[in-house]
């Protein structure tokens, strides 16, 4: 999920506050075609992708696209307005109580070698694996891409060869907010959720991409690798209640020693 | 660029001398004795809204010194909100200290946070999102500290027992909460006044707008920015001793969490940040709001409703009243008395 | 007598880019230098070193006597030298005698004198019809005079002009020059950053050449003018000739 938020921010300069909260509602939609339609999570991921995806091109075209050229705080402030408004609506919908998709995949576990795995995780894995690549050959591979990297360089640059800047943003949200979307769908069968959940997992991918660097592919799936180790290592060492605190920590020191990431281009730095 | 910062006259920022304007001082004292009146007739849950509409209005009175006049977006202030509350209530169960004092103190002691809080933003020059990762960061820290901190009652939290003795910031009548409560707002507002006429609180203004610009006009930004964190950490310390002795109870997840940041942060921005009435004008339109929501629940109702409505809000006031509510509406008014 | 502003072997690079290299400069009580040379010279990172916005790799600035070289700016600005910026930074938000104020509080901490004191100065520089207007409503001219408003509300001795007279017209021109003149005739030393040669020609007493992050020429302006690798320099550059 970092994945997206890091090209919503790469491309456009927009820090999506109401990540999570999109998340989220990629759950929801998994979980209402699973419940009623009985469509298994893993079919419903692309329906939660392409969801998300209207999503995320609503937002951008109603409500970030007239503040791009406001201060940095207003885009802030607002993502902030869009973030309570995603949880609360979902709260609203389907009430506090955490909420679980089943599949009947996941519920099985195979031998990998010498460790046991959960099918559901391996899924996961794998999936955010292709997806990534997947985005990886999008941005190098087509001319969209090309064009939207060519923004994220230099805005100016891309207007004069007559790019329309604001259909790249809108892709990149797009196609941001459906990563997360799909993201969603992947995690349904395995982490129960709640509408407040959104939250922590926004702080949560925050962490991850400020980690791995503002805009970095790479940086963003070494920072979630980097995350996870440093919360296991929390919890192998203090408690497993303070593995949180490993992972804010570690963003505390990288935000005052190396605040484009570890694989940020330095731009921000 | 200002929204609509045409070539008309704008008095956002009062001019040097307050006696200048002695119909909005009239105005202010008869609203002072107004809200002092109010409780003879109030029913005790109006009672209750007014007090919460005061203690928010004060809370985003303090954020406005740092998050307002200075624009460094701080969204973890409840980190404040905690330290000063647990601070107080331990200082009351373990030494006997009356949280008078208490509340003293722990405003001190997250007046001490918000210096290193400030050190570390400022020294190492975070700006923007950065900075408003960074004050989440040491809030969730806080927050994780304190839910695994036995002495402190973990993550259940402490409990405080009710003794009605206003020694103790306890009282059997609401009504005295109520004057505390104004008496904090009050006391915040004069503060924030007073700072808004002396050189200190006009370099905030500046350096809301251009640090860069600022240094090179002899501003030691660093400094000012620090004394801003200072102040703001200091009141919201104070703030959270009321807020624990006023509900008895103090729990990490409420106490320090990113929700309650976002309360306080976000009156002060619909009603006009970096204004000195804009606080006052957010608490008294969002806080009834809050509350509406939470009555119709006792029926059935929303939850999360009044946060629906305040991030439209949010989302409205970003796109149509960058400045927010305050300054709109002085200047509606002004044009009607032109 | 020593100078006012002594710099000796001054150098910044950005990444591989040499932006200054090894520059030595002198501005003495009350003098005019003018600091001229094509686009990219380094004119406004010797600014940025001098006045303390950026840190200098190499070298020693000494400026009454005092090192500066590694001061914040607001600690050089308290010393006596105030710059103005090339892309003017006016707080748009605020009127045009609170941008003012923003310098003058440090020499004069109460509101009240250092609103007089700047309410004077926007006058002089003919700005008092806008004193209360938003800073962001004014025009390019007369931004540019808020920018010189506010760096001499700093009270300074000496001034480091960076571009003032760029984009405008020629009586605007032909105004500013007065007006620096008089400044300067109050014992304000001026280091200015110029591409209107007419109006370095007339005001600097002496001019220092860059190129390429060096010093190529220094003399009276005449001299300056003349000198085969300054004309070099500039042929090279043809957005100037």
Known sequence: MAVGLTLIFGVMRVVNFAHGDMMVWGMYVTFLLASRAGVDPYVAFGAAAAALFVLGLVVQRGLVDRVLDAPHEMQILLMLGVALILENTALLAFGPEPTRARSTLAAATIWLGPVFVDVARLIAFGVALALTAALWLFLFRTELGRLMRATADNTFGALVIGTDVRRVYAVAFGVGAACVGAAGALVAPILPWEPATGLSLSVASFNIVIIGGMGSLLGAFVGGLLVSVAESLGAVFLQPSLKELASFSLLILILLFRPAGLFGNGRDG | ?338 | MTPLLEVAGLSKRFGGLVAVKDLALTVGGGEVVGLIGPNGAGKTTAFGLISGSLVPDAGEIVFRGHSIKGLPPHRVCALGMARTFQIMRPFPRLTVVRNVMIGGLGRHPHPAAAEARSRAIVDELGLGAKADHLAGSLTLAERKRLELARALATEPVLLLLDEVMSGLGERETETLVREIRAINARGIAILLIEHVMRAVMSLAQRIVVLDGGERIAEGRPATVANDPRVIEAYLGDERLV
């Open chain 2, 1 to 338: 660029m200002p929204n609509g910062a045409g070539s008309r006259l704008v008095s956002g920022h009062p001019p040097i001398a307050p006696a200048s304007r002695p119909a909005l001082q009239y105005l202010a004292l008869a609203a002072v004795l107004v809200l002092l009146a109010l409780p003879a007739v109030l029913t005790s849950y109006a009672v209750t809204v007014f007090i919460l509409i005061f203690f928010y209005a004060f809370l985003g009175q303090a954020w406005n010194v740092v998050g307002g006049y200075a624009g460094q977006l701080s969204m973890g202030h409840a980190a404040f909100v905690g330290v000063g509350g647990y601070t107080a209530a331990m200082l009351s169960s373990e030494l006997h200290l009356t949280p008078w004092l208490g509340m003293l103190v722990g405003g001190a002691l997250a007046a001490v946070l918000g210096a290193v809080i400030g050190y570390l933003g400022f020294r190492f020059g975070l700006r923007g999102f950065y900075f408003v990762l960074l004050t989440v960061a040491f809030a969730e820290v806080c927050r994780i500290l304190v839910s695994n901190i036995d002495a402190l009652g973990g993550a259940i939290g402490l409990y405080i027992t009710f003794t009605g003795d206003p020694r103790q910031f306890q009282f059997q009548d609401a009504r005295a909460y109520y004057y505390v409560a104004l008496a904090l707002m009050l006391l915040a507002t004069g503060v924030v006044a007073l700072l808004e006429r002396r050189r200190f609180g006009i370099y905030l203004g500046a350096i809301r707008e251009d640090e860069g610009a600022c240094e090179a006009l002899g501003v030691d930004t660093f400094k000012y920015k620090m004394l801003a964190m200072i102040v703001s950490s200091f009141l919201t310390g104070v703030g959270g001793t009321f807020y624990a002795f006023y509900l008895f109870s103090l729990q990490p997840n409420s106490m320090f969490g990113i929700p309650l940041s976002v309360e306080i942060i976000i009156r002060p921005i619909v009603g006009g940040a970096g204004t000195l009435l804009g606080p006052i004008l957010g608490s008294f339109i969002l806080t009834p709001l809050g509350e509406l929501s939470r009555l119709s629940l006792g029926h059935g109702g929303y939850h999360g409703l009044h946060l629906v409505a305040y991030g439209v809000l949010l989302v409205a006031v970003v796109l149509f009243l960058p400045q927010g509510a305050y300054p709109y509406l002085a200047r509606v008014l002004r044009r009607r008395d032109a």
